[in-house]
């Protein structure tokens, strides 16, 4: 199962990004996968549940946002949504594709707890001179 690698690689940019910005707790991390990569959601989501105990990210929701997958035609220029194994341009039946969207597998979002900083004054709270 690819998905306990992806998700290993996951956690690990994820730790050490938020060690880098100090961060106190990570709350969510947010995923776009692809439709055309193969990766199966609720694989990840299993992944996530097994690795993450013990780590820094340990309490963190994983949220998997999926993408379809779209091409355009090189032939006649339409834009087109399709399934991972039929990527025929429904208007000309040409094969000849180029991929849009549906590859893609990336970390979009960690949402963390920074420690408390000095509060920044609103600007009603400034005081003219």
């Known amino acids: 199962m690819h998905e306990m690698g ?3 690689e996951v956690l690990a940019a994820v730790t050490t990004a938020a ?3 100090g961060a106190v707790r990570v709350n969510r991390v947010r995923l776009t996968v692809g ?3 193969a990766v199966v959601p609720d694989s990840l989501q299993f992944a996530w549940e097994a690795l993450a105990p013990g780590t820094p990210v ?3 929701v994983l949220e998997v946002v999926e993408t379809p997958a779209r091409s355009r035609c090189v032939d ?3 834009e087109f949504e399709h399934d991972r194994f039929d990527r025929r ?3 000309c039946g040409s ?3 180029e991929v849009l969207a549906g590859n893609e597998l990336r970390i979009d979002d960690v949402d963390v707890d920074l420690p408390d900083q000095a509060p920044v004054p609103s600007p009603h709270e400034a005081t003219e001179d």
């Open 6 to 8: 992806i998700v290993a």
């Open 19 to 21: 060690e880098s910005a």
């Open 35 to 37: 439709e055309l990569t």
């Open 58 to 60: 340990e309490g963190a």
């Open 76 to 78: 006649c220029d339409l």
């Open 89 to 91: 341009c429904p208007a």
């Open 95 to 97: 094969y000849l594709c």
